[in-house]
């Protein structure tokens, strides 16, 4: 049987700096501070921000594999799983960093939950951008660069400072370039963003749609139709949709048995598990690890 799934935490330099920056020419990264081997699907502890120059190769992002494009960047939760697959003629920037380097302790977390971007596994982390717009990030990107040589004794709040910047200027362009944009300028919109913050932290021990209408002080239908308008799903279709990922994620980053998957998503009943994600996937569990296992065998 082939080794689970890895993750990674932060690549340790001599600094042990939480914030780290590292550009890739070609297929491999040379660098000897980011130590992953990068042959099979991994996952992080940290934020990674993909800043794509030139596309060239495919990147699976939670099992859907998309062409990378010139001029994109691609976002990263903890957790995620993934695999970039470059060609000879890549060139690009890996962005990675702590949330607790961004939100400068762990009890502000909630500003990287209001990104769309991130921790939001329904919507799309790609943003691609217009040359003149791309530009704009890299030069954040070379000011990020000189700040990380230079070692001042500000260094670290001047980077975060950058990573503000860059991240709400991805926040913004990924709104005005988002195909529903309509549906982002909706006046229920946050209450969606609000849901879908509170399913990531809670989907694990609450399946029921119930329990998220009461937490944002709405009706169960009116919770249902609002989420409805805006992703196309019902609140209780996301519950599962995120129930499902995460036990794709079980099946292909441990050796969990079925019936411990369903037990470690609240699921008292494992037959019944396994009839849901057989519904949904079109796979049973045992079978869907089988396949993706075999997908990377030499």
């Given at each position: 049987m082939m080794e689970p799934i890895k993750t990674y935490e932060m690549p340790l330099t001599p600094e042990k700096q939480a914030f780290q920056l590292y550009e890739v020419q070609g297929k491999t990264i040379a660098n000897t501070h980011y130590p992953h081997e990068t042959d099979r699907p991994h996952r992080h502890r940290y934020y990674e921000v993909c800043v794509f120059v030139n596309g060239a190769g495919r990147h699976e992002?939670?099992?859907?594999?998309?062409r990378i494009q010139s001029h994109s960047i691609h976002f990263l939760s903890p957790g995620q799983v993934h695999l970039i697959s470059r060609e000879e003629d890549y060139h690009g920037?890996?962005?990675?960093?702590?949330?607790?380097?961004?939100?400068?302790?762990?009890?502000?977390?909630?500003l990287l939950f209001q990104l769309p971007f991130f921790n939001n596994p329904h919507s799309v982390p790609i943003l691609n951008l217009p040359q003149d717009r791309f530009g704009e990030m890299l030069?954040?990107?070379?000011?990020?660069k000189r700040e990380l040589l230079g070692k001042g004794v500000?260094?670290?709040?001047?980077?975060?400072s950058?990573?503000?910047?860059?991240?709400?200027?991805?926040?913004?362009?990924?709104?005005?370039?988002?195909?529903?944009?309509?549906?982002?300028?909706?006046?229920?919109?946050a209450?969606?963003?609000?849901?879908?913050?509170?399913?990531?932290q809670q989907f694990r021990n609450h399946h029921l749609v119930q329990y998220y209408a009461d937490q944002l002080s709405v009706s169960p239908a009116l919770l249902n139709r609002h989420v409805k308008r805006i992703?196309?799903?019902?609140?209780?279709?996301?519950?599962?949709?995120?129930?499902?990922?995460?036990?794709?994620?079980?099946?292909?980053?441990?050796?969990l048995a079925n019936k411990e998957i369903a037990y470690q998503?609240?699921?008292?009943?494992?037959?019944?598990?396994?009839?849901?994600?057989?519904?949904?996937?079109?796979?049973?569990p045992s079978d869907f690890r089988k396949a993706e296992n075999e997908k990377y065998q030499n």
């Open positions: 992002i939670d099992f859907n594999s998309h920037y890996l962005m990675v960093f702590s949330k607790e380097f961004y939100s400068l302790d762990t009890f502000h977390e909630d030069e954040l990107i070379a000011m990020m500000y260094g670290n709040d001047i980077l975060r950058y990573l503000q910047v860059f991240l709400l200027k991805c926040k913004q362009y990924y709104i005005d370039f988002f195909a529903e944009k309509q549906k982002m300028l909706d006046p229920h919109y209450l969606v963003q609000q849901f879908n913050t509170l399913l990531e992703t196309g799903s019902t609140a209780g279709d996301l519950i599962i949709e995120r129930l499902m990922l995460q036990a794709k994620r079980y099946l292909i980053y441990t050796d998503l609240n699921y008292e009943d494992p037959s019944y598990f396994s009839r849901i994600f057989k519904k949904k996937t079109g796979f049973s």
